[in-house]
C-alpha cells in the first residue's frame, strides 16, 4: 500500500485568523508568552549597558566591532 501525499497549498498571508485550519493555540501563547520575556530581558540589558558604558546601543556595537577587528 502507498502512501497518500495531500497536497496543503500555502495560506496567504492574513488569510490564517479566518482559515478553517486547527491551530494550537495554547501552545503559540505560550511561544508568544516567552519571546517577550526574552525581548523585556534583551531590553533590560541594553539599558544596563547604556548606564554601564555611558554609550547607546550604535555606540557600544561600534566599540565592540573597533575591538574585535583590532
Known sequence: MTPK???EPVERFGASMTSPRP???Q???GVELLN???AMLG???A???E???GKGMVGQLAAMLRW???
Open 5 to 7: 501525499f495531500n497536497y
Open 23 to 25: 491551530w494550537n493555540t
Open 27 to 29: 501552545a503559540l501563547a
Open 36 to 38: 517577550g520575556r526574552v
Open 43 to 45: 531590553f533590560a540589558a
Open 47 to 49: 539599558i544596563a549597558g
Open 51 to 53: 548606564l554601564l558604558t
Open 68 to 70: 574585535y577587528l583590532g
